[in-house]
């Protein structure tokens, strides 16, 4: 995926950290940071060095002696000789100076350069701020829905609010977090909205048909695009006055982009009525290495048989195995190119459909082991209730068991008091029966005695 440019990137973060400081001649650029557009415009402004190094055969001999021994080599006296030598040293001290000159034009013309496009881009930046600014106050429906985008989930989530529910607009009320957006808006007002869906992770789908977006707006969904973070799924571009540049633009974020499945181009002007194929051009060899896209309409956008073969070129051949729907139609494609382009279609389609099925058959065979996992757990889950209650059964009729024995015994205990309190009571009763029986004799004899008397 096509990375920020490095400039961009900087001015983003308020011009920060730029790779030099102009205002510093000690300063070096580092060429490296910057983007292969920005070397090769730093290049451009560099003269070539057509300089020669001397020419020591142009020498006399007390001329060469001199130089060698200026430069510490010591002459040997021959002519050819000592000019061969000195000749070397020559080209080897030109090389380097003309290296030393270049890379001082070279580190003039990157200050020079960077000064100028930072400060480009900063009006730039200032003058699109301003635009999105009136853009929004001018269109309030645009404000509601960047006011949305901009809200954090963490936010909703301490209100409690669900993402299902509607929109309620109230002050200082946080409203859910959209997943689609159809708006009505112009070039600038993309612009601003797409700058807010950076850093959305919510919006899965984007309508923008037939707003008349221009190669500007393209950009912008392009740069949302190449956004590593970036959630959309479906995008719907129709009916808008999208070139070869927004052509060139979306297929190089598409290039690596798999999060994107759906993209709709229908009716716009994608060759410039036939006169520029470059972005058609980038759109196949997008295709040719996207895996994320499964539906692509190029419906009516003036492809002509040069834009067809393109596009077929990206898809046949088994280049793109992914993209189960792609409409040329309208477009004047040459009848081979659209019949290789469906024959790759219905091979994806096949192949989409057995990896469906081998899906589908993972998942009943999941869902079959689930099943049978919980069936057999409620065996198990029954056999331990089971067994719980029997175990529960055998103790309460042991406690059964036991209570009845200690009942028992405690009947058989009791009867035995009754019989050792009926014992004891007879006994007393017999002993009170003999001490009266005693009692009475005793009286019986005494009287007995006194009638003879």
Not at 203 to 213: A, I, P, Y
Not at 230 to 243: C, I, K, Q, T, V
Not at 361 to 383: C, F, G, K, M, T
């Amino acid at each position: 995926m096509q990375a920020m440019d490095p400039l961009d990137a900087l001015l983003q973060r308020g011009g920060q950290d730029l790779p030099l400081d102009t205002d510093d001649p000690a300063s070096e650029v580092d060429l490296s940071r910057l983007s292969a557009k920005d070397r090769d415009a730093i290049l451009a402004r560099v003269t070539p060095d057509d300089s020669v190094p001397p020419d020591a055969f142009a020498l006399s001999q007390n001329e060469i002696r001199r130089e060698m021994i200026d430069r510490g080599i010591q002459p040997k006296g021959f002519y050819n000789d000592d000019a061969a030598r000195l000749q070397d040293e020559f080209n080897r001290e030109h090389a380097a100076e003309k290296e030393s000159r270049m890379h001082q034009k070279l580190q003039l013309a990157a200050k020079a350069y960077l000064r100028e496009t930072v400060h480009r881009r900063k009006m730039e930046r200032d003058r699109e701020l301003r635009e999105e600014v009136a853009e929004i106050a001018r269109d309030a429906h645009l404000e509601v829905w960047l006011a949305l985008l901009r809200q954090r989930p963490d936010q909703l989530d301490a209100l409690g609010a669900k993402g299902d529910s509607p929109p309620l607009l109230a002050a200082g009320q946080l409203l859910p977090l959209p997943t689609h957006a159809a708006l009505r808006v112009t070039s600038i007002g993309a612009r601003a909205l797409c700058k807010a869906l950076a850093f959305n992770h919510s919006l899965t789908s984007l309508t923008l048909s037939r707003n008349g977006l221009d190669d500007g707006a393209a950009k912008h969904v392009a740069a949302l695009l190449r956004r590593p973070t970036s959630a959309l799924r479906r995008l719907d571009l129709e009916g808008n006055a999208l070139g070869p540049l927004a052509a060139r633009e979306l297929a190089d974020a598409l290039a690596e982009n798999e999060t994107l499945e759906s993209l709709s181009l229908e009716s716009n002007p994608l060759t410039d009525q036939e006169k520029d194929w470059t972005g058609v051009a980038a759109l196949g060899q997008m295709l040719a290495r996207n895996r994320g896209l499964r539906s692509l309409n190029l419906w009516r956008t003036r492809l002509g048989s040069e834009g067809g073969k393109l596009v077929a070129q990206g898809v046949a051949g088994d280049r793109n195995t992914m993209l189960l729907c792609l409409d040329v139609g309208n477009n004047r494609v040459a009848p081979q190119d659209a019949v290789r382009i469906d024959a790759q279609l219905a091979r994806n389609r096949r192949t989409h459909d057995a990896v469906l099925a081998k899906q589908h058959a993972v998942r009943d065979a999941q869902r079959v082991a689930a099943q049978n996992e919980a069936e057999r757990q409620d065996a198990l889950r029954r056999e331990r209730e089971h067994a719980a209650w029997i175990e529960a059964r055998k103790e309460e009729r042991a406690r059964e068991r036991a209570e009845e024995d200690a009942r028992r015994q405690r009947e058989r205990q009791e009867e035995e008091d009754r019989q050792r309190q009926r014992a004891a009571r007879r006994a007393a009763e017999f002993a009170a029966r003999l001490e009266l029986e005693k009692k009475k004799k005793k009286k019986g004899k005494g009287g007995g005695k006194k009638k003879k008397k």
